[in-house]
T-cell receptor, first 113, second 113 residues
Framework: QQQVKQSPQSLIVQKGGISIINCAYENTAFDYFPWYQQFPGKGPALLIAIRPDVSEKKEGRFTISFNKSAKQFSLHIMDSQPGDSATYFCAASMSGTASKLTFGTGTRLQVTL | SAVISQKPSRDICQRGTSLTIQCQVDSQVTMMFWYRQQPGQSLTLIATANQGSEATYESGFVIDKFPISRPNLTFSTLTVSNMSPEDSSIYLC??????????FGSGTQLSVL
C-alpha cells in the first residue's frame, strides 16, 4: 500500500498557537519522511525531513515527531504566524532518499491574528 | 539548493492540442522528476526523466500521453499530448539537489478548454 493519509484537511490557528498536522502510512518500507510547504502559485518547498532512526527532529519553530510502531508522523509548528498560512504536504519514500515521493493530500493552514 | 526555471508558467489550451513544458536547472543533476498536481489535490509522480535513456513512468501514466525528453543534465521537457479538460493541472518539475533534498520549480498551470 503506497498511500499516505494526512489530516486535517484544513486548520485554523490563532497567531502564537501550535499547529499540528498528522500523517499515517501503511508501507513499512518507507524510510524517508519530508514535509513540504506550498504557497499559492509556487512549487512546494522542503521544510523538514526525518528518517526512522530518530523519533523527533526540530528546526526552528518546526518539529517532526515520528512514531515508527504506529506508522505515524506529525508536523508541529510552534508560535504559528500569519506568514505560515500555506498548504502543507507530508510525503514518504523508500530507499531513504527523496526519489519517488508519495504525497499526502495536503492541509490548508490559516493562521489568524 | 537548486534553482529551477519552468516555462511556461501558465497556459490555456484547446482540447486535442499538445503543450511542451520546459524545465531548466542551474546545475547538473542526475535525477529529475515530473509531478502533476490536480486542482486542490496532492502531487502525483508522473515519471523520472533519465539522461541518455527513456523516462521511467509511474502506474497510470504512459509515454504516448506524456513524452519526456532529457537531453542533458540540466534540462528536461514534458509534453502533454492530445489534451482533454481532465489534463487541467499544475505540472511541476523537480530535482534532487544538495543533501539529497527534492526541489521543485514553480510549476506550469495548464487549463484545457
Amino acid at each position: 500500500q503506497q498511500q499516505v493519509k494526512q489530516s486535517p484537511q484544513s486548520l485554523i490557528v490563532q497567531k502564537g498557537g501550535i499547529s499540528i498536522i498528522n500523517c499515517a502510512y501503511e508501507n513499512t518500507a518507507f524510510d524517508y519522511f519530508p514535509w513540504y510547504q506550498q504557497f499559492p502559485g509556487k512549487g512546494p518547498a522542503l521544510l523538514i525531513a526525518i528518517r526512522p532512526d530518530v523519533s523527533e527532529k526540530k528546526e526552528g519553530r518546526f518539529t517532526i515527531s515520528f512514531n515508527k510502531s504506529a506508522k505515524q508522523f506529525s508536523l508541529h509548528i510552534m508560535d504559528s504566524q500569519p506568514g505560515d498560512s500555506a498548504t502543507y504536504f507530508c510525503a514518504a519514500s523508500m530507499s531513504g532518499t527523496a526519489s519517488k515521493l508519495t504525497f499526502g493530500t495536503g492541509t490548508r493552514l490559516q493562521v489568524t491574528l | 539548493s537548486a534553482v529551477i526555471s519552468q516555462k511556461p508558467s501558465r497556459d490555456i489550451c484547446q482540447r486535442g492540442t499538445s503543450l511542451t513544458i520546459q524545465c531548466q536547472v542551474d546545475s547538473q543533476v542526475t535525477m529529475m522528476f515530473w509531478y502533476r498536481q490536480q486542482p486542490g489535490q496532492s502531487l502525483t509522480l508522473i515519471a523520472t526523466a533519465n539522461q541518455g535513456s527513456e523516462a521511467t513512468y509511474e502506474s497510470g501514466f504512459v509515454i504516448d500521453k506524456f513524452p519526456i525528453s532529457r537531453p542533458n543534465l540540466t534540462f528536461s521537457t514534458l509534453t502533454v499530448s492530445n489534451m482533454s479538460p481532465e489534463d487541467s493541472s499544475i505540472y511541476l518539475c523537480s530535482v534532487i539537489g544538495g543533501n539529497e533534498k527534492l526541489f521543485f520549480g514553480s510549476g506550469t498551470q495548464l487549463s484545457v478548454l
